[in-house]
C-alpha cells in the first residue's frame, strides 16, 4: 500500500504514516481532524497488514476480514451501530462476515474496533483492502528500530 496504515494502542482511530524523524514516525490521522502527531516506539504501533482474528480452524489477515464485511455491506459502511449495539448483535453481525470466529478468544471489544476501523478505511475511500496485505520487510517494528539507529 502507498500509505501504510497504523493503529497505535492507546490512540482512537487509525493512522497513516507520513515521514519518519529521529526516534518517531510522523502519523496523520484518518478522521476529519488529519491531525499529525509524533509517534515513539513506545506507543506499540502496530500496522494493519500485521493483524489477524482468531478464528476456529487458523488466523485470518484482517484485509481478508475487511474483505468480507465489504461483501456483506456491498461496499458500503457497517449497517451496525458498533457503539449502541449489545453484545449479541454484535456476535450475530459477526458471525454474518466471518462464521468461524473463534467465540472463545474474539471479544466484543475486538468486534467493535474491527467495524470502527472498517468504517474509517471506508469513509476516506480505501475499499480495496488487498493492498493491506503485509508484505516482506513491511513491519513497523523494524522500521522503528531503524530509525534508532
Given at each position: ?8 494502542s492507546g ?5 497513516k504514516l ?9 502519523v496523520?490521522a484518518?478522521?476529519d ?5 509524533p509517534?515513539?516506539a513506545t ?17 485470518i489477515?484482517l ?10 455491506e456491498g ?13 449479541k ?8 462476515v466471518?462464521p ?5 478468544r474474539v ?8 467495524i ?14 488487498d493492498?493491506?496485505?503485509p508484505t516482506e520487510?513491511?513491519n513497523?517494528?523494524d ?7
Amino acid at each position: 500500500m502507498s500509505q501504510t496504515i497504523l493503529a497505535i494502542s492507546g490512540k482512537p482511530g487509525l493512522y497513516k504514516l507520513i515521514s519518519r524523524a529521529k526516534n518517531s514516525f510522523i502519523v496523520e490521522a484518518l478522521d476529519d481532524t488529519h491531525k499529525r502527531m509524533p509517534a515513539f516506539a513506545t506507543d506499540r504501533i502496530t500496522s494493519l497488514g500485521d493483524i489477524a482474528m482468531f478464528t476456529e480452524d487458523e488466523d485470518i489477515e484482517l484485509y481478508k476480514v475487511f474483505n468480507a464485511i465489504k461483501e456483506v455491506e456491498g461496499g458500503k459502511a457497517a449497517s451496525i451501530d458498533y457503539k449502541k449495539a449489545s453484545g449479541k448483535e454484535l456476535q450475530d453481525y459477526f458471525t454474518k462476515v466471518l462464521p468461524a470466529w473463534d467465540r472463545d478468544r474474539v471479544h466484543n471489544s475486538d468486534i467493535k474496533k474491527l467495524i470502527q476501523w472498517y468504517n474509517i478505511l471506508v469513509a476516506v475511500g480505501i475499499t480495496d483492502f488487498d493492498e493491506l496485505k503485509p508484505t516482506e520487510g513491511d513491519n513497523v517494528d523494524d522500521r522503528l528500530e531503524k530509525t534508532e539507529e
